[in-house]
């Protein structure tokens, strides 16, 4: 397969455009971290991305910045945190989930739309996806969005980037939303909870006046080892349910204590502070439990978003029918399922089981042959998916970018 590394936006065009008129399909990269999401593809070359790394603007007192889409994620990170800034939405790592060392890039945070636990407060990637420049199937440059937060202009094709995994467009640059990082953070931690009572308590604590921007549960597990991320927390000997406050120190110790108050009826609360905090975070963020170099590190791994209120059930009936291990963020509204492996990586029951709950669950980690098996994303209603079909159409009418990626057997 041939790689071809372009240098600016204008080599993108003329590569994409060099593909329309063979009709060979080509598949877009940065530095390749989440390559193993996804349908195996029916591509012929590789569009890299990864020389296109430069940041283009970085306006900490306007709170946005704009980078080439192949800049490495961590780079960007550290410069932002340098001004005490961050992306507010926790934008998910999964190279230890696959088990990839390379560094995750701008582009393929925005084009997998993963989030992390603090979206239940500040909302996902494309909440904060301003504006874009990028090369449409067509062959064609365009520019969506704009460098202001509160932009208006034309249709907000960025919301439709977001999350499409490269089968739109070749993203090219983009200008996102950076927030303050807070001053301080602490997390309550309850212990020995079952799921269902675990949900119930994070259900109390996202209603409550609080303020609290991240709530998950760690189940107990003879399955997973202590070196899952939580284990100076106890998991996975002990389930562990954990709930996030954020903010100027003298407003997070006194929301701590109301929140105390209102969880006493699940039990005594352990307060962990700020860089503790954060590490065990990052560990829910990054799916550490499921890591590729841990005890379920072979097993498929499950994506389920559903409401938050069915997460505790929905989990409970996973784990008990497949024999499986989950883990919950967002209040129970997303959660992670490892599940024994087999060439259908039971699909038909988690699907089952998510359509009844009204959720939909992708496969984020799996083997090629389960994945040519299974429909990785969920399958949407027959009107959805032709309203999709359009959109991808308008965009790439030859499938020309990442073709097959997000429907299995799909064709041109």
Same mark, same amino acid.
């Given at each position: 397969?041939?790689?071809?590394?372009?240098?600016?936006?204008?080599?993108?065009?003329?590569?994409?455009?060099?593909?329309?008129?063979?009709?060979?399909?080509?598949?877009?990269?940065?530095?390749?971290?989440?390559?193993?999401?996804?349908?195996?593809?029916?591509?012929?070359?590789?569009?890299?991305?990864?020389?296109?790394?430069?940041?283009?603007?970085?306006?900490?007192?306007?709170?946005?910045?704009?980078?080439?889409? +192949?800049?490495?994620?961590?780079?960007?990170?550290?410069?932002?945190?340098?001004?005490?800034?961050?992306?507010?939405?926790?934008?998910?790592?999964?190279?230890?989930?696959?088990?990839?060392?390379?560094?995750?890039?701008?582009?393929?945070?925005?084009?997998?739309?993963?989030?992390?636990?603090?979206?239940?407060?500040?909302?996902?990637?494309?909440?904060?996806?301003?504006?874009?420049?990028?090369?449409?199937?067509?062959?064609?440059?365009?520019?969506?969005?704009?460098?202001?937060?509160?932009?208006?202009?034309?249709?907000?094709?960025?919301?439709?980037?977001?999350?499409?995994?490269?089968?739109?467009?070749?993203?090219?640059?983009?200008?996102?939303?950076?927030?303050?990082?807070?001053?301080?953070?602490?997390?309550?931690?309850?212990?020995?909870?079952?799921?269902?009572?675990?949900?119930?308590?994070?259900?109390?604590?996202?209603?409550?006046?609080?303020?609290?921007?991240?709530?998950?549960?760690?189940?107990?597990?003879?399955?997973?080892?202590?070196?899952?991320?939580?284990?100076?927390?106890?998991?996975?000997?002990?389930?562990?349910?954990?709930?996030?406050?954020?903010?100027?120190?003298?407003?997070?110790?006194?929301?701590?204590?109301?929140?105390?108050?209102?969880?006493?009826?699940?039990?005594?609360?352990?307060?962990?502070?700020?860089?503790?905090?954060?590490?065990?975070?990052?560990?829910?963020?990054?799916?550490?439990?499921?890591?590729?170099?841990?005890?379920?590190?072979?097993?498929?791994?499950?994506?389920?978003?559903?409401?938050?209120?069915?997460?505790?059930?929905?989990?409970?009936?996973?784990?008990?029918?497949?024999?499986?291990?989950?883990?919950?963020?967002?209040?129970?509204?997303?959660?992670?399922?490892?599940?024994?492996?087999?060439?259908?990586?039971?699909?038909?029951?988690?699907?089952?089981?998510?359509?009844?709950?009204?959720?939909?669950?992708?496969?984020?980690?799996?083997?090629?042959?389960?994945?040519?098996?299974?429909?990785?994303?969920?399958?949407?209603?027959? +009107?959805?998916?032709?309203?999709?079909?359009?959109?991808?159409?308008?965009?790439?009418?030859?499938?020309?970018?990442?073709?097959?990626?997000?429907?299995?057997?799909?064709?041109?």
């Amino acid at each position: 397969m041939d790689t071809l590394k372009v240098r600016d936006a204008q080599d993108v065009e003329q590569v994409v455009r060099a593909a329309i008129a063979s009709e060979q399909p080509l598949e877009i990269v940065g530095h390749g971290s989440k390559r193993l999401i996804g349908q195996p593809m029916a591509t012929n070359a590789v569009l890299d991305l990864s020389a296109l790394n430069a940041v283009t603007s970085y306006e900490p007192s306007e709170l946005i910045i704009t980078v080439q889409a +192949g800049a490495p994620l961590a780079d960007v990170q550290s410069l932002i945190d340098s001004k005490n800034q961050q992306f507010a939405f926790e934008p998910t790592d999964t190279g230890p989930l696959l088990g990839t060392a390379t560094k995750p890039t701008i582009g393929g945070m925005l084009g997998a739309g993963f989030a992390g636990p603090r979206r239940i407060k500040a909302g996902g990637a494309r909440d904060h996806f301003l504006g874009a420049h990028g090369v449409s199937g067509f062959g064609d440059s365009f520019k969506a969005g704009g460098r202001v937060v509160k932009n208006v202009t034309g249709y907000d094709l960025c919301k439709l980037l977001a999350g499409s995994w490269g089968t739109l467009a070749v993203m090219t640059e983009v200008t996102l939303k950076v927030m303050p990082r807070p001053e301080s953070e602490r997390t309550l931690v309850l212990h020995g909870l079952d799921d269902i009572t675990a949900n119930r308590a994070m259900t109390a604590g996202l209603g409550s006046p609080f303020d609290v921007s991240g709530a998950a549960h760690v189940p107990k597990s003879a399955l997973q080892a202590p070196a899952n991320g939580f284990g100076e927390l106890g998991s996975p000997s002990m389930a562990v349910t954990l709930l996030r406050l954020e903010g100027i120190a003298a407003s997070v110790e006194h929301r701590a204590a109301g929140l105390v108050g209102l969880l006493a009826p699940f039990g005594s609360t352990r307060i962990i502070e700020d860089a503790a905090s954060a590490l065990v975070w990052s560990s829910v963020r990054d799916i550490l439990p499921f890591a590729a170099n841990g005890a379920l590190g072979i097993w498929p791994v499950w994506r389920i978003v559903c409401p938050p209120a069915s997460g505790g059930a929905l989990g409970q009936r996973l784990s008990r029918e497949t024999g499986g291990d989950v883990f919950y963020d967002w209040g129970g509204g997303l959660i992670w399922a490892a599940l024994p492996p087999r060439p259908d990586a039971h699909a038909a029951v988690v699907r089952r089981h998510v359509d009844a709950a009204g959720g939909h669950a992708t496969l984020v980690r799996a083997s090629d042959e389960m994945r040519r098996n299974v429909d990785v994303f969920h399958p949407q209603p027959a +009107g959805l998916a032709a309203l999709s079909e359009r959109v991808r159409q308008s965009f790439d009418p030859k499938a020309i970018l990442n073709r097959g990626r997000m429907k299995r057997d799909s064709v041109a």
